[in-house]
């Protein structure tokens, strides 16, 4: 069939035709339609289901000649031998336009409407410090200032900065521990002295044994397994229960946590963590008899609604609200799985109607990968950053000051130079985002069809392409340009379409500003 509705069908793809959508996780296979595919979003399983692979998935293909598949239930479809084929409940397929672009907005005001808000303005305008990597598992209210003040001292621009895990004596018990951190509400008074805001790190768990799992189990607020019993779930710390977001108390009781360390704290907001889908199970059983697991991961990404300043990894569906996300922790590597993951990711999350996005943290995220390092690449350090910068948030945890020479920290801050100066852009880009539901990053079909191929490039509105340097010790890469005349950074004129050898100096991030005349719509 080439359209309509039901819980088993296929079609026949179209000359050309590619596809994106479905799981960030996969971004590296799209535009699907040039090899063979499948995935079902129900599940999370094996690669899909490590910390690299769990990010956000919603129940939406977007083809580059304008169709759209889409349901309100999670999905299984395939691509191969020129078909698509797709099972799942209510699965329907039907035309937007005859564009990647047109398609997209066709589903977003269709199915995901933008909400008219943005996250916090402070996630954009400066860097986000997150502490994890600097201090893992060991923060505390001195190493925190100190961490600050030193970022501040060496020239860093004032932002927001994260506190991450183990601020608190236990999961689920959400106040300060108080013998890393005497006098949190000084901290935070001191870091808002500094101009920076502050975040903690949350996540839907509750450790056994404590006297909140005893508490919440009581009260009937915790997920139950198959068999009935409270669920003791493994995850990347260990065992933990989870609260059942599906109870509206369970949802209050977090809430009344997270309002009351901002009212006797000060802090700004919270890092949302886990809630994967692959923390679920079909057989759990919750207030809500028919729930599955993508329901509770998209209840914990509704808790963040009530806070401005906000971050998740994981996420299932929720286009258009204003929540931040973030790209699932990156290893320190060149290649698809490190730095090249970082524009198709980016990419996707803004086609799924996440246009509020950050590439993880600049040098890496992945913890074991990052403390099992024999030192740091500073080349990659610095090109990262360069992604970064052109994203519409950008996050540091490793401190330049301390892992960088003078050469290598002086193309940072060149990079956060460049940011300054195209700030007006991004955050107009992110003011338009939240009206019309576009990506601020965008991939180069967006605008310019026959360039579905091209991953290592991307857009910043229709007239504004970005080529960073993606490869260990690059000095030169090729850049795709679309037809019309383009000015790049150093003020030289070139017309396209053409394919063109651009400079790639440490310091150097390769812009090409389309002129007005040959703008498209």
């Given at each position: 069939?080439?359209?309509?509705?039901?819980?088993?069908?296929?079609?026949?793809?179209?000359?050309?035709?590619?596809?994106?959508?479905?799981?960030?996780?996969?971004?590296?296979?799209?535009?699907?339609?040039?090899?063979?595919?499948?995935?079902?979003?129900?599940?999370?399983?094996?690669?899909?289901?490590?910390?690299?692979?769990?990010?956000?998935?919603?129940?939406?293909?977007?083809?580059?000649?304008?169709?759209?598949?889409?349901?309100?239930?999670?999905?299984?479809?395939?691509?191969?031998?020129?078909?698509?084929?797709?099972?799942?409940?209510?699965?329907?397929?039907?035309?937007?336009?005859?564009?990647?672009?047109?398609?997209?907005?066709?589903?977003?005001?269709?199915?995901?409407?933008?909400?008219?808000?943005?996250?916090?303005?402070?996630?954009?305008?400066?860097?986000?410090?997150?502490?994890?990597?600097?201090m893992p598992y060991t923060p505390t209210q001195e190493a925190v200032l100190t961490y600050v003040r030193r970022l501040l001292d060496e020239g860093m621009p004032p932002g927001v900065v994260m506190i991450d895990d183990s601020w608190s004596p236990d999961y689920g018990t959400w106040r300060f521990d108080p013998t890393r951190f005497p006098d949190p509400a000084a901290?935070?008074?001191?870091?808002?002295?500094?101009?920076?805001?502050?975040?903690?790190?949350?996540?839907?768990?509750?450790?056994?044994?404590?006297?909140?799992?005893?508490?919440?189990?009581?009260?009937?607020?915790?997920?139950?397994?198959?068999?009935?019993?409270?669920?003791?779930?493994?995850?990347?710390?260990?065992?933990?229960?989870?609260?059942?977001?599906?109870?509206?108390?369970?949802?209050?009781?977090?809430?009344?946590?997270?309002?009351?360390?901002?009212?006797?704290?000060?802090?700004?907001?919270?890092?949302?963590?886990?809630?994967?889908?692959?923390?679920?199970?079909?057989?759990?059983?919750?207030?809500?008899?028919?729930?599955?697991?993508?329901?509770?991961?998209?209840?914990?990404?509704?808790?963040?609604?009530?806070?401005?300043?906000?971050?998740?990894?994981?996420?299932?569906?929720?286009?258009?609200?204003?929540?931040?996300?973030?790209?699932?922790?990156?290893?320190?590597?060149?290649?698809?799985?490190?730095?090249?993951?970082?524009?198709?990711?980016?990419?996707?999350?803004?086609?799924?109607?996440?246009?509020?996005?950050?590439?993880?943290?600049?040098?890496?995220?992945?913890?074991?990968?990052?403390?099992?390092?024999?030192?740091?690449?500073?080349?990659?350090?610095?090109?990262?950053?360069?992604?970064?910068?052109?994203?519409?948030?950008?996050?540091?945890?490793?401190?330049?000051?301390?892992?960088?020479?003078?050469?290598?920290?002086?193309?940072?801050?060149?990079?956060?130079?460049?940011?300054?100066?195209?700030?007006?852009?991004?955050?107009?880009?992110?003011?338009?985002?939240?009206?019309?539901?576009?990506?601020?990053?965008?991939?180069?079909?967006?605008?310019?069809?026959?360039?579905?191929?091209?991953?290592?490039?991307?857009?910043?509105?229709?007239?504004?392409?970005?080529?960073?340097?993606?490869?260990?010790?690059?000095?030169?890469?090729?850049?795709?340009?679309?037809?019309?005349?383009?000015?790049?950074?150093?003020?030289?004129?070139?017309?396209?379409?053409?394919?063109?050898?651009?400079?790639?100096?440490?310091?150097?991030?390769?812009?090409?500003?389309?002129?007005?005349?040959?703008?498209?719509?």
């Amino acid at each position: 069939m080439s359209s309509g509705t039901g819980s088993a069908w296929s079609t026949r793809l179209e000359p050309g035709e590619r596809w994106w959508g479905g799981a960030v996780a996969d971004s590296r296979h799209m535009p699907y339609g040039l090899r063979p595919f499948r995935r079902d979003l129900a599940f999370h399983t094996g690669r899909a289901a490590s910390m690299r692979g769990a990010n956000q998935s919603a129940p939406l293909l977007l083809s580059s000649t304008g169709r759209i598949v889409w349901s309100d239930r999670p999905f299984a479809f395939s691509i191969a031998q020129g078909r698509l084929e797709v099972r799942g409940s209510d699965v329907r397929l039907s035309r937007g336009g005859s564009t990647l672009r047109e398609a997209f907005r066709e589903a977003s005001a269709r199915y995901f409407p933008p909400a008219g808000t943005t996250p916090a303005r402070e996630l954009f305008t400066g860097p986000q410090y997150n502490c994890w990597i600097e201090m893992p598992y060991t923060p505390t209210q001195e190493a925190v200032l100190t961490y600050v003040r030193r970022l501040l001292d060496e020239g860093m621009p004032p932002g927001v900065v994260m506190i991450d895990d183990s601020w608190s004596p236990d999961y689920g018990t959400w106040r300060f521990d108080p013998t890393r951190f005497p006098d949190p509400a000084a901290m935070v008074r001191r870091l808002h002295d500094w101009d920076c805001c502050i975040m903690l790190w949350v996540v839907p768990f509750v450790s056994p044994d404590s006297a909140v799992f005893r508490s919440l189990e009581h009260e009937g607020l915790l997920l139950r397994d198959g068999t009935g019993e409270t669920a003791i779930r493994r995850w990347w710390n260990g065992y933990s229960a989870l609260l059942d977001l599906t109870n509206p108390a369970a949802v209050a009781w977090v809430r009344g946590e997270l309002d009351a360390l901002v009212e006797t704290t000060g802090v700004d907001g919270f890092k949302f963590d886990a809630g994967d889908v692959h923390d679920y199970r079909a057989d759990d059983r919750t207030a809500e008899p028919l729930a599955e697991p993508v329901d509770l991961c998209e209840a914990w990404a509704r808790i963040g609604l009530n806070y401005p300043f906000n971050e998740y990894r994981a996420c299932w569906k929720m286009g258009g609200q204003p929540l931040a996300q973030r790209l699932a922790d990156k290893p320190p590597s060149w290649g698809e799985d490190g730095i090249g993951s970082l524009i198709p990711g980016l990419v996707v999350q803004g086609l799924g109607g996440h246009p509020f996005t950050c590439p993880d943290m600049i040098g890496g995220g992945e913890i074991d990968a990052m403390s099992g390092a024999a030192g740091i690449d500073q080349e990659f350090f610095v090109r990262y950053a360069q992604v970064a910068a052109l994203a519409p948030m950008m996050q540091f945890s490793l401190s330049p000051a301390r892992v960088l020479d003078a050469v290598h920290r002086g193309a940072v801050h060149g990079a956060l130079a460049v940011r300054e100066q195209l700030l007006p852009l991004i955050l107009d880009l992110v003011d338009q985002a939240a009206v019309t539901g576009e990506p601020v990053v965008r991939h180069m079909a967006y605008h310019y069809p026959g360039m579905e191929d091209v991953a290592d490039q991307f857009l910043l509105g229709p007239d504004l392409l970005v080529a960073p340097a993606l490869e260990q010790g690059a000095r030169t890469r090729q850049v795709r340009l679309p037809d019309g005349t383009w000015r790049d950074d150093r003020g030289e004129l070139l017309t396209g379409p053409a394919v063109i050898t651009a400079a790639t100096p440490l310091d150097r991030i390769p812009r090409y500003s389309r002129l007005p005349s040959g703008r498209r719509a």
